[in-house]
C-alpha cells in the first residue's frame, strides 16, 4: 500500500501522519500522568471526541500550508476522521477526493 510505484508513492505523494491526541500511542492519554495529582488521569482525562481531533488536524493542515487533500484513510479511529472531514466539509477543498476507511 505504501512505497514506490504503489497507491501512496512517497515519492510524488507528500504523506501526513497526525498525533491523535488521547490515543495510547500519542503524546497524551487517560494512561499519561495527571501533573496536579502524580496519578494517570484516568477517568479524569478530558474527553475527547472525532470532531476534536479532526479540529487539531485541520490545525496542523493549515499550518503546514495544505489546501487539497487527495486521499484521507485511515483505520479505525482514523476511518472515522475521514467520515467526519467528509460529513463536515472540515475546512478543506476535497474536491476529487477520495475517502477510504478500512477497520
Known amino acids: 500500500m505504501v512505497g514506490e510505484g504503489k497507491l501512496i508513492d512517497p515519492a510524488k505523494d507528500y504523506v501526513v501522519c497526525v498525533n491523535m491526541v488521547c490515543s495510547p500511542y500519542g503524546s497524551s492519554s487517560p494512561a499519561s500522568i495527571n501533573p496536579e495529582t502524580g496519578k494517570p488521569y484516568l477517568l479524569d482525562f478530558p474527553r475527547t471526541t472525532v470532531r476534536d481531533m479532526v479540529n487539531a488536524n485541520i490545525l496542523v493542515r493549515k499550518h503546514l500550508g495544505i489546501e487539497k487533500i487527495d486521499i484521507?484513510?485511515?483505520?479505525?479511529?482514523?476511518?472515522?476522521?475521514?467520515?467526519?472531514?467528509?460529513?463536515?466539509?472540515?475546512?478543506?477543498?476535497?474536491?476529487?477526493?477520495?475517502?477510504?476507511?478500512?477497520?
Open 72 to 103: 484521507m484513510l485511515g483505520p479505525s479511529i482514523g476511518g472515522f476522521q475521514a467520515y467526519e472531514w467528509a460529513v463536515t466539509g472540515a475546512g478543506c477543498d476535497t474536491e476529487g477526493g477520495i475517502y477510504r476507511h478500512h477497520s
